[in-house]
């Protein structure tokens, strides 16, 4: 599992919880994948939108986070 951010190629430790309100149900997150280095940024992105939910480490992911 890699990095979502634009050109990272490093290996993801975190996986971060998200849904847009307008157009998901509030049970539903996507996942975005991050490494150490880009973990701040990615979950500041998405907490500025108001999509960020939590951060968990990519080996506590569920089968339903897809």
């Given at each position: 599992m890699r990095c979502s951010a634009r050109?990272?190629?490093s290996g993801a430790s975190w996986g971060l919880r998200w849904n847009n309100p307008r157009?998901?149900?509030?049970?539903r997150r996507k996942v975005w994948?991050?490494?150490d280095h880009?973990?701040?940024h990615l979950e500041q992105f998405?907490?500025?939108r108001?999509?960020?939910r939590d951060t968990v480490r990519v080996e506590d992911l569920a089968?339903?986070?897809?």
């Open positions: 050109g990272c190629r157009l998901h149900t509030d049970d994948l991050a490494c880009h973990r701040s998405l907490s500025a108001g999509f960020h089968p339903s986070d897809g």
